[in-house]
Structures are given as C-alpha cells and as structure tokens.
C-alpha cells in the first residue's frame, strides 16, 4: 500500500541512503515492502523513535536489544547485503543534512512517534573515568568478562577457551573442542614450553592455556586477569585438576606486574584491551617479564584502515560488548613490539580459524536460547546473537582479521635461541 507506514518508511530511507533497501521492512500495522530475505520488524512507533534520535548503527542495536525491532529470517544475510552494498559504495554514510532532519521530523510527526528519546537499554556500558586508568580498564573488563561463568560455560567448550581455535581437520566428529586443544598446544609449542619452565599468561581469561601448557607440559605458570570472575573460575579448575602447587591466578592489571623473569610469555586476544596510548607500555612489559631468549606469543584481533575510523569496531561493540577496546593494523602492533626490543620471528594469520569458531558459539548460543536467556536475560542474549553473527561476518569479509605472533627477547650477543627450522605445524 502506497501510504502504509512502512512504505513511507521505505521511502525515506532510500533516498537517505541513495540505495533500495537491501533488506525488507515490516511495521506495526503489518504492511511489508523491499526484497525477498531477511526483514527489519519493527514492533512499535519507540524503535522508529530510538533511530530518530540515534540514526545508524547504535540506534538500531538499542532498538534490537530492547526488543523494540526484530529480524526474521537470515540475521547474517541480513548483514551481508548491507555490507556488501557498503563496499560497493552504493551506500552513504548515514549523515543528515537539515533538510533529512526536517523529513524525518515531519515523517516522525505523521506517525505519531515524536517524544523524548527511550532510556538506552541497561545492557549498554556506562564508564566513567580517565581512559584506560586502572579503574576505568577493571570496570571495562567487568562489563564483559564478569557477565555469567555460568554464561560462559553455556557457550564455550570445555576448555573455556575464548579465543579463535585452530583448526586442522575436517573429518567428521572433529569440532570446537579439539580445534581448542589444538589452538593451545600449538601456542605451547611455539613457546619451546618443556617441564620447570615458568610461564606468564596475561589475561589468562578462564584458564585454558594456564592448565594446559601446566599439564601437557609441566610448565610452572602464573596467570593474570582483571576479571574476579575469571580467577574465582581458574581456582576451581586448579583444585580440580591439582595444579594449585604448579599454577598461580591473580587478579592484577598487567601494569602491575614486577615478578619477572619468566621463560616465556603469551597473551592470547588481551591486547584489544589496552589502548593506542597504553600499547607500548604493554611491549615493554612483556619485554621486560621474558629472560633473555625467552619467546612470546601474542594472539590479536586487528582491523585495516576502516581501523582507522572504527578502532573499537564500531558503536555496537564498543557500547554493548568491549568497551574502550582498540584494535590497530598489524603492521602498527609488530612496530610497538619491535620499539620494546623484541624480535619478530613469525606471524600465522588465523583469520579464517574465527569464522568457524564464532559460527560455532553461535550455533550453542542459539541450541541453548532458552537457558541463555534464563542465565543473562533476553536483552543481554540478543546482544550476543547480534555480536555472535556479526563477528564472524566481519572475519569472513577480513574486515577484522586475527593473528599469531611469535617474537623473542634476543641474547644480549643478539643471538635469538632459535632454531633453524619451524618446530609447529
């Protein structure tokens, strides 16, 4: 119908966007219009009001979060059309001119959804404080890590791995879980790890590389987290596993670390955390925590130049899921370890790895809705599935990528300790 509301929604955003609509809407009145595929529903005049006073992407993630707009059908190929128009260039950065504001307030008025704006949903951060101060960082991680174990356990595999696994096989019966093992043991074995060594994990999140490379390797192992859910979580996991006299986890910010040295050192998808400004003083601190000849894996999420523009990853993310996160070019991360003094030995991309590893917590998040949504809520569970989709689609599409890197603290005679050849996979 020509006058229904949302073909007159249709109307306007096309021309906003200078592009059809590359997903279908449906209103509250029941009309729907655009393609065949994935609709936008939107279930009442706040979710229209939640965009007037947000537009794009934040706006809507309120609204989806809130339970105020919903998608049927394909969520992830709902977010391919939109990408890929983006790249296309068919699509303008959402940018009102005071003639767009003046449309839409007029559009807003025939509707009936004017009002004061929604109070963002509960789910959304609110830090305060200096950036990346020890206080801001340990509420920024709290926001997230500090959800649920009990979430957590829900979601990942057994090892509470959560990072991008690594996966060598495609046989029938192989998943998650051995992609995990085979992640970690491949870390162990970059690290030269061999029985009374001592290791550093900082950010060691639930422990997985804490109790692996301990009983794998019979490593000594030191643990660091500001998640007080993380170490409540490792510690029973020690008991369990009878590490306690092999395994240390403290909640500590890494700036706080003094007990050096160790004889190698990881930090597996923390470094996202740190910030531009604070970046050097974590190389020099992994620098600093490593013996001469002491190697280091650092694992990292990066982004390229739409890095530059969106280091956090964009509104959503850095408002519902890792607040103050940074995420820097690959090239910017191997300056800063090289500026600290170390040497770079490899970088292994593993991009593709966390394609098939988010789809697969997807894939738990959605068998196990119901006790998600008894665990967290139904607004923190929508904030995953939106999250959970995206993430994978982003790494698909490389517009954020994950890497391995293995670097070395090299011998004053700068000798490196390393071998001649290749000793993983």
């Not at 529903?41 to 339970?67: F, M, Q, T």
């Not at 009990?150 to 996966?167: E, P, T, V």
């Not at 030995?345 to 789809?359: G, I, M």
Request: glycine share 10%; proline share 5%; net charge negative.
């Amino acid at each position: 119908m020509p006058n229904s509301i949302a073909n007159r929604l249709a109307t306007f955003v096309e021309r906003l966007l200078g592009a059809p609509l590359p997903v279908a809407v449906r209103a509250w009145d029941g009309e729907r219009v655009g393609p065949e595929g994935p609709t936008v529903v939107l279930k009442n005049r706040r979710a229209l009001r939640r965009l007037l006073y947000a537009p794009g992407e934040l706006g809507l993630a309120r609204a989806y979060v809130s339970g105020d707009l919903d998608v049927e059908g394909d969520l992830t190929e709902g977010f391919r059309r939109i990408w890929a128009l983006t790249r296309a260039g068919e699509l303008r950065r959402v940018q009102l001119a005071p003639r767009d504001w003046a449309g839409a307030a007029g559009l807003a008025a025939r509707l009936g959804v004017l009002g004061l704006p929604p109070k963002p949903p509960a789910e959304e951060a609110r830090l305060t404080g200096v950036l990346h101060s020890l206080r801001r960082d340990r509420s920024a991680i709290a926001h997230h890590y500090d959800l649920s174990n009990a979430f957590y356990q829900l979601l990942l595999d057994d090892s509470m791995a959560y990072s991008s696994g690594y996966w060598t096989s495609d046989e029938p019966g192989y998943g998650l879980a051995q992609a995990q093992h085979d992640k970690l043991e491949l870390i162990c074995r970059k690290l030269g790890l061999r029985p009374g060594m001592r290791l550093l994990d900082v950010g060691c999140g639930w422990g997985s590389l804490l109790v692996h490379a301990a009983k794998h390797h019979g490593v000594h192992a030191v643990g660091v987290t500001l998640s007080a859910e993380q170490v409540q979580h490792v510690r029973g996991r020690l008991k369990q596993h009878d590490l306690e006299d092999r395994v240390e986890v403290r909640q500590q910010d890494y700036r706080e670390l003094t007990d050096a040295p160790f004889d190698a050192v990881a930090s597996v998808e923390m470094g996202e955390h740190v910030g531009e400004e604070n970046y050097p003083t974590y190389a020099n601190t992994l620098f600093r925590m490593l013996n001469p000849a002491g190697r280091l894996v650092l694992q990292q999420m990066s982004r390229g130049r739409a890095g530059d523009t969106a280091p956090g990853g964009g509104a959503f993310i850095e408002r519902y899921i890792a607040p103050d996160m940074t995420m820097r070019p690959l090239s910017r991360t191997l300056g800063h370890l090289e500026t600290a003094g170390f040497e770079i030995r490899d970088v292994h991309a593993l991009r593709e790895h966390y394609v098939t590893t988010v789809r697969e917590w997807a894939e738990t998040l959605e068998f196990h809705w119901a006790e998600a949504v008894a665990l967290v809520g139904e607004a923190e569970a929508r904030v995953w599935r939106l999250y959970l989709v995206g993430g994978a689609l982003a790494f698909e599409e490389n517009r954020m990528g994950v890497d391995q890197v293995l670097a070395v603290r090299p011998l004053d005679t700068g000798g490196s300790g390393m071998p001649a050849t290749r000793e993983w996979a």
